[in-house]
């Protein structure tokens, strides 16, 4: 079982930053790939990133390449996704999530992610 919780969303203006982190419960993170998804308003979530397990390999939607980046430290047990060039289409609820399937070699957002935190609120004004 791994638990997650979001922090460092915010409000933020078209153009700038936001770094959201993800800190996960468990000695076994390290072993995890670990994802962020995102859902606004009246739309269905949807894959922003992913990060395999050893911190390598990494997987991007189209919508976020180039401004958005992915990483983690699996000593502090952490997942952060730096987030630049903000838009104010990507205004919604970001969530963490983990892939429980140990060591998965392949990253990206068609395998099943069990664990959830509770999301974070970004919002970028135009």
């Known amino acids: 079982q791994v638990q997650l919780v979001e922090s460092g969303g915010g409000l933020v203006q078209a153009g700038g930053s936001l770094r959201l982190s993800c800190a996960a419960s468990g000695r076994t993170f390290s072993s995890y790939n670990m994802g962020w998804f995102r859902q606004a308003p009246g739309k269905e979530r949807e894959f922003v990133a992913a990060?395999?397990?050893?911190?390598?390999?990494?997987y991007y939607a189209n919508s976020v390449k180039g401004r958005f980046t992915i990483s983690r430290d699996n000593a502090k047990n952490t997942v952060d996704l730096q987030m630049n060039s903000l838009k104010p289409e990507d205004t919604a609820v970001y969530y963490c999530?983990?892939?429980?399937?140990?060591?998965?070699?392949?990253?990206?957002?068609?395998?099943?992610?069990?664990?959830w935190g509770q999301g974070t609120q970004v919002t970028v004004s135009s």
């Open positions: 990060i395999g397990w050893s911190g390598h390999n990494t």
């Open positions: 999530a983990a892939d429980p399937t140990r060591w998965r070699i392949v990253v990206g957002p068609s395998f099943p992610y069990d664990y």
